[in-house]
T-cell receptor, first 111, second 117 residues
Framework: AQSVTQLGSHVSVSEGALVLLRCNYS??????LFWYVQYPNQGLQLLLK??????LVKGINGFEAEFKKSETSFHLTKPSAHMSDAAEYFC?????????FGAGTQVVVTP | DAMVIQNPRYQVTQFGKPVTLSCSQT?????MYWYQQKSSQAPKLLFH???????NEADTPDNFQSRRPNTSFCFLDIRSPGLGDAAMYLC????????????????FGPGTRLTVL
């Protein structure tokens, strides 16, 4: 079965600094990979996804992620954090018929 | 705009009193999911419908049931809510074009926060 590991349950970043959220996966087949963001008391919103093709994927709100097969990683980055980036972020990998989510990383942005 | 709608956004029920949460979608997606999410945790899949085909997760308690009367609507019934069932319940949809080989992008509703008194 596929699995996802997100390193760091909480990340604190200064406004304007680099945001780096780590995600490693295990999959027996070529994976589809996703990053979702969740704001308080809201549903999950897709930031970006990797299916096939280009390994550097650009998403909404200035986020991007790079699929590295050799490292089984799909880390999420944003060059400059904004206060509005404070939220919970989930990495997910596809399985047959469903997604497997990581435990999530809470991002706090400080002025 | 096409979307996933959940009603109500906040639901309060009493211990043991049946409650139904609803989800509707205007995306015309063939797959609908129900998740339970507790504080600071990842969403936990309860079950999903692939068209009319119901798929229950092995560890979903019998207390949770679901109905999908048509493509657009899906309901989550909790027959006898316990204090441990207080959580955010998320509905999601996806359009499966790969014959269930792999799950694609899911679109989430805003969730219903359930409180059990």
């Amino acid at each position: 079965a596929q699995s996802v590991t997100q390193l760091g349950s909480h990340v604190s970043v200064s406004e304007g600094a680099l945001v780096l959220l780590r995600c490693n996966y295990s999959s027996s087949v070529p994976p589809y990979l996703f990053w979702y963001v969740q704001y308080p008391n809201q549903g999950l919103q897709l930031l970006l996804k990797y299916t096939t093709g280009a390994t550097l994927v650009k998403g909404i709100n200035g986020f991007e992620a790079e699929f590295k097969k050799s490292e089984t990683s799909f880390h999420l980055t944003k060059p400059s954090a904004h206060m509005s980036d404070a939220a919970e972020y989930f990495c997910a990998v596809s399985e047959v018929g469903k997604l497997q989510f990581g435990a999530g990383t809470q991002v706090v942005v400080t002025p | 705009d096409a979307m996933v709608i959940q009603n109500p956004r906040y639901q309060v029920t009493q211990f043991g009193k049946p409650v139904t949460l609803s989800c509707s979608q205007t995306l015309n997606h063939n797959v609908m999911y129900w998740y339970q999410q507790k504080s600071s945790q990842a969403p936990k899949l309860l079950f999903h419908y692939y068209d009319k085909d119901f798929n229950n997760e092995a560890d979903t308690p019998d207390n949770f049931q679901s109905r999908r009367p048509n493509t657009s609507f899906c309901f989550l019934d909790i027959r006898s809510p316990g204090l441990g069932d207080a959580a955010m319940y998320l509905c999601a949809t996806s359009r499966d074009v790969l014959g269930r080989v792999v799950a694609g992008e899911q679109f989430f509703g805003p969730g219903t926060r359930l409180t059990v008194l």
